[in-house]
């Protein structure tokens, strides 16, 4: 999975938006991340079984929100600490990854605390029905 992930073009593609979907809380929790990949088409990546998200971002920059890169990062301190918390109330989490996105444009990182993801292609803008 991890190979996969990282895999992707994720340099030079652009971040249009994040949505922390809460709406059956417990039950199908998702962060679903729309980037524009460099060749010009759109996706939204879902991260479904979401446990987390941290987003640091800086907002104000005249430009794309560019990605330098993203990848699953099994050394992020915040996984570790999720999971100690989820285990002290006995509910081991097993299989949680962290995503792990970071921007050129801003320096902004976003952490997606997760246990799939999966690619939802969106047609080109200007695609012929």
């Keep these: 999975m991890n190979e996969d ?3 992707f073009e994720w340099c030079d593609a652009t971040l249009l938006a994040i949505d922390i979907d809460r709406s059956n809380p ?3 929790d998702e962060v679903k991340v729309q980037v524009r990949w460099p060749d010009g088409r759109q996706a939204t990546v879902c991260f479904s079984e979401a446990y987390g998200c941290s987003a640091l971002m800086n907002f104000g ?3 794309d929100e560019g990605i330098e ?11 570790a ?3 100690d918390r989820w285990k ?5 989490l097993s299989g949680l990854k962290c995503f792990r996105i970071e921007t050129s444009s801003t ?3 976003i952490l997606i605390y997760a246990r799939t993801w999966r690619i939802e292609n969106q047609p080109m803008a200007d695609a012929v029905p």
């Design 5 to 7: 992930f990282n895999a």
């Design 26 to 28: 417990g039950v199908c």
């Design 61 to 63: 920059v005249l430009g």
């Design 69 to 79: 890169f993203a990848m699953v990062d099994d050394d992020e301190p915040g996984l």
């Design 81 to 83: 600490d999720l999971l």
């Design 88 to 92: 002290a109330v006995g509910y081991p």
């Design 107 to 109: 320096g902004s990182v």
